[in-house]
């Protein structure tokens, strides 16, 4: 059975109770927007920023307290690397998250981390969550039920939506992922598209070992295990599954169902 260990490494990642090991791994998804429901979430969006009104100023989080950067000295150095640096009154504010003006928030359930990163132009919409030391990029388009992990980065122009990014997982310029698995330490080239429709009715179907599971989501994007990497202007179809360390080469397409690992596609 495709359970999250024949896939990923789960013994760091803060979230793991939403995967279960007896299950197939897509069933996370079918449980992530009850799991975002029920997590504590300690970012109470101010109303006058959560409805969609693009941020005036650099807003500043920390230690639970949202406050404006005004005043403020910013070092902005590598933030997966904790190289962003705040100070306040001559203090160095430890763990304190950048929301850079001109970013849109929607809703107020979205948690931000320690060391976070938001950049300018990125829309987050409700229900969110944003591991420490991730950099959310220029013009990032997060449209809820997504669920990201430390040090992660969601690129320029890039689209996640109902997705979840294990520790490390970068998708750092023009990427696509709907109802997709990003494992640990992936990198999606630039242009990488995570198809999740099907054109013709029914739900995603994967075959693994000559027995075909009806995963019974009508949307399925792709499932990419720990170090995985694909290159520029490649594209999964729906219900793909590339085992750990697997290649998807620039340009390429790569039909549904598993991919062995260590393999060149």
């Known amino acids: 059975m495709l359970t999250p260990d024949v ?56 230690h ?32 304190a998250s950048l929301i850079m003006a001109g970013t849109v928030l929607i809703g107020n359930r979205i948690g931000i981390g320690n060391g976070v990163l938001i950049e300018a132009g990125a829309t987050i919409k409700s229900p969110t969550v944003i591991g420490d030391l991730t950099e959310v990029r220029q013009g990032a388009y997060m449209r809820g039920n997504c669920l990201i992990g430390r040090r992660c980065v969601v690129g320029h122009a890039t689209e996640v939506k109902h997705s979840i990014f294990l520790d490390d997982a970068k998708a750092g310029h023009f990427a696509y992922l709907g109802d997709s698995i990003i494992g640990n330490n992936v990198n999606l080239g630039a242009g990488t598209k995570c198809a999740n429709l099907r054109f013709i009715p029914g739900t995603v179907q994967i075959i693994y070992e000559r027995t075909i599971y009806d995963t019974g989501l009508r949307k399925l994007g792709a499932i990419l295990g720990d170090n995985v990497q694909t290159g520029c202007n490649s594209v999964t179809s729906p219900g793909t599954m590339m085992a750990k360390r697997t290649l998807l080469m620039p340009n390429a397409t790569i039909g549904s169902g598993y991919h062995q690992q260590g393999k060149i596609r």
């Open 7 to 62: 896939l990923f490494d789960l013994t760091g990642f803060l979230h793991k109770d939403l995967f279960d090991d007896n299950e197939p791994v897509w069933t996370a998804l079918q449980n992530l927007s009850n799991y975002l429901d029920n997590l504590p979430c300690n970012f109470e969006i101010p109303f006058e920023i959560s409805n969609g009104t693009m941020t005036k100023e650099h807003l500043i989080w920390h």
């Open 64 to 95: 639970n307290r949202l406050f404006s950067a005004q005043g403020c000295a910013i070092e902005f150095g590598d933030t997966l690397k904790g190289g962003l640096k705040i100070q306040k009154d001559g203090t160095i504010l430890d763990g």
